[in-house]
C-alpha cells in the first residue's frame, strides 16, 4: 500500500520535487485532508478559490456551466491525481468555475493561498510545475476555441455549398 508521502509526489505540482523539499514543505505545510462521499460536492462553482485542491482517490465528475445559468451544461470525468483549477488561485476572477461532485468516496488534500505563495518563492521545482498546469490549461482552452471556431466555420462553409 502507497504511503500518504508517496501518494503526494504523485500529485502534479509536486512531481519531481526531491525527498528534502517536500518533507519541508509537509513540515511546514498545513494540509488538510478530507473525505467526501459519493454526491457530496466537493466545489461548488462560483465560490471563491483560496486554497489549492487536489484529487488524490477516487472518482469525480466536473460539471461546468454557461454564463447565467444558460443551458449550456458540460461535464466530464476527472482522473485522479487531479489539482482543482489552479489558474482560479490567482488573477483577476478568484472563483470555481466547474462544480466538483463526488461520485465514488473520494480523498481531498487541500494548501491554503498563503502556503502555496510561500512555495512558490521557495521550490523552483514546484513554481515551474504550476506554470506548467496554468500554461497547460490555457493551452488547452485556446485549442478548444479554435476547434469551434473552425468547426463554425466548416458547418457555414458546407451550409452555403448545400444551398447553392
Not at 488538510?32 to 465560490?47: A, D, L, Y
Request: glycine share 4%.
Amino acid at each position: 500500500m502507497k504511503s500518504m508521502y508517496d501518494t503526494i509526489l504523485e500529485l502534479p505540482l509536486f512531481q519531481g520535487i526531491s525527498s528534502e523539499s517536500l518533507t519541508t514543505i509537509l513540515d511546514k505545510a498545513a494540509l488538510h485532508f478530507e473525505k467526501k462521499s459519493q454526491g457530496e460536492v466537493i466545489i461548488q462553482s462560483g465560490t471563491t478559490c483560496n486554497e489549492l485542491t487536489f484529487i488524490i482517490e477516487g472518482n469525480v465528475e466536473k460539471t461546468t456551466q454557461g454564463k447565467e445559468n444558460s443551458t449550456f451544461i458540460a461535464s466530464e470525468p476527472v482522473s485522479t491525481p487531479y489539482v482543482i483549477e489552479p489558474c482560479s488561485l490567482f488573477g483577476k476572477q478568484t472563483v470555481y468555475r466547474s462544480t466538483y461532485t463526488a461520485l465514488s468516496n473520494v480523498n481531498v488534500m487541500s494548501i491554503s493561498k498563503d502556503y502555496v505563495v510561500q512555495i512558490l518563492m521557495k521550490d523552483e521545482v514546484f513554481l515551474f510545475n504550476f506554470l506548467n498546469q496554468i500554461c497547460k490549461h490555457s493551452q488547452l482552452l485556446e485549442n478548444r476555441l479554435w476547434d469551434m471556431v473552425n468547426y463554425s466555420h466548416s458547418m457555414v462553409e458546407g451550409g452555403l455549398d448545400e444551398i447553392s
